[in-house]
């Protein structure tokens, strides 16, 4: 299979790595320490670096919608690994934190969704980058935009949605708190 990389990408080829945004939430146990257990384990993996995390928000359930709210963010993460072996150390990530998979889009402890990788596009039966439905989500899209830099693809797009489901309080999206991430804060947008 040969890779695919978008235009305006860097030519950089599956499995050398790069950089990575993902989306963390939590709605089960205590949330906010969920988040921040999660992200200390993305550090603590030898082939990945935090880079920027985004701030917390709150946002109701989407889809099953008889569970408690959920706190929401993003990370922009620098890796060696290739998007399936960080999509699996993601996975065992959250079994370490309690996740079950109980009910689609049901509560959960954590939950860790990869949503691009730095010049990778792929559609396979484990994963599709970019994510399929990342666009349409308030919850995925807020904090998204917080971690992209100002030159990426989709980082205009992002950010005008972002705004308008801020405004429009979609999926009852409102900003929670902020995680001062070892001296990185989130994207401040200037």
Known sequence: MEDYNPPGTNERMIGEGGVAY????????DR??????ALLMLERHP??????????????PVGYTDQ??????AAALDTSLSPLQLLRAMLGMELQLGRTRDVRWGPRTID?????????AMSGEELTLP?????????????LSDVL??????YAQATELAQQA???????????????WQGASAHSGS
């Open 149 to 154: 830099e100002d030159g990426h693809p989709l």
């Open 68 to 73: 408690p709210a959920f706190l929401n963010m």
């Open 166 to 180: 801020l405004q429009d309080r979609g999926e009852g999206i409102a900003l929670w708190n902020t995680i001062n």
């Open 131 to 143: 994510h399929p439905r990342m666009m349409e989500r308030a919850f995925v899209l807020v904090p």
């Open 22 to 29: 993902i989306a963390l939430g939590s709605n089960v146990g």
């Open 112 to 120: 860790l969704d990869l949503l691009l990788y730095e010049g990778v």
């Open 32 to 37: 906010a320490k969920l988040l921040q257990d």
């Open 47 to 60: 082939d990945i670096k935090v880079l920027r995390v985004s701030a917390v928000y709150e946002t109701e």
